[in-house]
Nanobody, 126 residues
Framework: QVQLAESGGGLVQAGASLRLSCEGSGGPLSDYNIGWFRQTPGKGREFVAAVDWSGVGTYYADSVKGRFTIFRNNAKDTIYLQMNNLEPEDTAVYYC???????????????????WGQGTLVTVSS
């Protein structure tokens, strides 16, 4: 069973950049589509970005388009989320999820993915 572990979160000022990593273990991630999601207290998990198994196809939430970039290195079983020009509204716990079905990853409401990571906290101060 594939497992995911996020890292790279931290406390930064508005306008700064961070790169999150989602590393897989227990099996190759190369078959999986990967999504990044974020959650703030009292709210559900919000879709942020997704990349298909090949790394060619990507999809972004409108709120992060032009600021965030998702990419992957299948040789390292790692997916990255490069976050530039961070805003206080980006403060959240960020999670990655894996699914064999691309449609589920980019579905605005589907959250019952096969695999979730444990999350990494991003805090952006104003």
């Amino acid at each position: 069973q594939v497992q995911l572990a996020e890292s790279g979160g931290g406390l930064v000022q508005a306008g700064a950049s961070l790169r999150l990593s989602c590393e897989g273990s227990g099996g190759p991630l190369s078959d999986y589509n990967i999504g990044w999601f974020r959650q703030t207290p009292g709210k559900g998990r919000e879709f942020v970005a997704a990349v298909d198994w090949s790394g060619v196809g990507t999809y972004y939430a409108d709120s992060v388009k032009g600021r965030f970039t998702i990419f992957r290195n299948n040789a390292k079983d790692t997916i990255y989320l490069q976050m530039n020009n961070l805003e206080p509204e980006d403060t959240a716990v960020y999670y990655c999820a894996a699914d064999l079905n691309w449609g589920r990853i980019i579905d605005s409401t589907f959250r019952d993915f096969e695999v979730w990571g444990q999350g990494t906290l991003v805090t952006v101060s104003s």
